[in-house]
């Protein structure tokens, strides 16, 4: 029951936390002022009016007196009656007149004061009455019915401005804590939302500096944090950028160095095999062996086109990306008969060159190279265009899906960090009983991007 009522209070936001304490607290106040005013109210009427009730007596017994030494003790008696004041606290009450009113009977009338704050009060015993003899007859009593209206009215009067001045305090405690609360809670939050752009890899949006000191340290903190981490992202973008280039260097020299010097080799031996089998004709083994050399030669050439190709795709610079593209789509046609492959390629790719054309070419071809050797698939679609100041690529298939737990292979490794290297982002997913390569490159950023 403790754990759950923690962690219900952990929910609560903030104000809720600091106002929830506040509010128990003036309304306690609140309750107790009134169990105070009940318990003392009582005692302090009783204690204001214990005067006036000795003097019923005093008043009674002296009457007593005055009626036995009294020649006409009626007539003095009647005389008494009238010098009473209507308005006074003490009459006198002839036995006709019937029971003594109370003082809770004489409240009834009271309209200044609710009826549950009378209620709320235990009224005291006040009521007194000294019997009149005369002759040894009881002809009536002096009464002593208090009018506790305006004492009663203070102490209404008294319960408001407590009231009021518990509200004032709640209402004014309250303002200054949700403004305390307010200076507190919004640079704590721009803290929060700060430090989650940071961890999602933007840093060129700075932290608001703001609040208590401790939390505009905090802030100034990860501001400087995220300079530190914007300027070893970048770091770490040029440094891949110079790899990248590097590779592409080396790529490009080992092609070459295939390209003029194993080319014409097996040019040479090519056409050494075709004179030899054209010169002599074929004698047992001797023109099987010359025919196999001359399929083995051209299975080379063919080989070293491809490697060539994986290394340096050499026609992007003079035939232009959309080009070159959708030669490496044919191919795959070509090499994968069984695959129904679709592709919708934007012919303004041929307007990007350098490392991006490289890297979107590379990327089409790993994500096809996949597809054609892992993933088992019936159909492949590719779609390349450039949406704004993005160029968007996706390649899918609805072939087996990768492995748990393994969503980059070797080849996809390698295109992520290139993707990387130009502020790009690479995402491998699964939907829809389909396997999803997809691919976002800052074309403009790119495209100027030194070699």
């Not at 009977?105 to 009826?115: A, I």
């Not at 080849?411 to 976002?440: I, K, P």
């Amino acid at each position: 029951m403790r754990v759950r009522i923690d962690l219900m209070w952990q929910r609560l936001s903030f104000r809720t936390q600091l106002f929830l304490p506040l509010g128990a607290g003036f309304l306690a106040a609140l309750v107790l002022g009134g169990i105070l005013l009940q318990v003392f109210a009582t005692g302090q009427l009783a204690d204001e009016n214990e005067p006036a009730r000795r003097s019923t007596k005093t008043i009674a017994a002296a009457l007593n007196n005055t009626l036995r030494a009294s020649d006409d003790p009626q007539k003095t008696l009647e005389a008494f009656v009238q010098s009473l004041d209507t308005s006074s606290d003490i009459q006198f009450r002839a036995v006709e007149a019937g029971p003594i009113s109370s003082v809770k009977e004489g409240l009834r009338n009271l309209q200044s004061v609710p009826r549950w704050f009378l209620n709320l009060l235990t009224m005291p015993d006040l009521d007194a009455a000294s019997p009149v003899v005369i002759d040894g007859r009881h002809v009536g009593d002096i009464v002593f019915v208090p009018d506790l209206s305006a004492d009663l009215f203070e102490k209404w009067i008294g319960f408001l401005a407590l009231t009021s001045l518990i509200v004032v305090l709640m209402v004014l405690t309250g303002t200054i804590a949700y403004l305390f609360a307010g200076s507190v809670v919004r640079p704590l939050q721009h803290l929060g939302e700060g430090l989650t752009r940071i961890r999602r890899g933007d840093y060129a949006t700075p932290i608001p500096v703001g609040g208590p000191p401790e939390i505009r340290r905090s802030c100034e903190a990860a501001n400087a944090l995220s300079e530190t981490l914007a300027q070893l992202s970048q770091d770490n973008r040029d440094l891949l950028h110079r790899l990248v280039s590097l590779q592409d260097d080396e790529r490009r020299d080992l092609a070459r160095e295939l390209h003029d010097e194993l080319g014409p080799l097996l040019f040479s031996i090519r056409a050494g095999t075709i004179s030899l089998i054209e010169a002599s004709p074929p004698a047992g083994n001797l023109g099987n062996s010359a025919e196999e050399v001359l399929q083995s030669v051209e299975a080379l050439q063919q080989t070293n086109r491809r490697i060539l190709d994986r290394l340096r795709p050499l026609y992007i610079e003079e035939l232009g990306l959309e080009t070159s593209v959708q030669t490496l789509l044919r191919n795959f046609r070509k090499q994968a008969p069984h695959i129904g492959l679709t592709a919708a390629i934007d012919p303004s790719l041929n307007a990007i060159d350098g490392p991006l054309a490289q890297t979107v070419y590379r990327v089409i071809q790993e994500a096809l190279t996949n597809v054609l050797r892992h993933a088992g698939a019936s159909n492949a679609d590719v779609q390349a265009a450039i949406v704004g100041e993005a160029l968007v690529i996706e390649v899918s298939d609805d072939g087996g899906g990768f492995p748990e737990g393994n969503l980059f292979g070797r080849g996809l490794t390698g295109m992520h960090e290139r993707v990387r290297a130009l502020s790009g982002s690479l995402s491998l997913l699964r939907a829809d009983d389909r396997t999803y390569v997809r691919c976002h490159l800052p074309a403009e950023k790119a495209r100027d991007a030194p070699v």
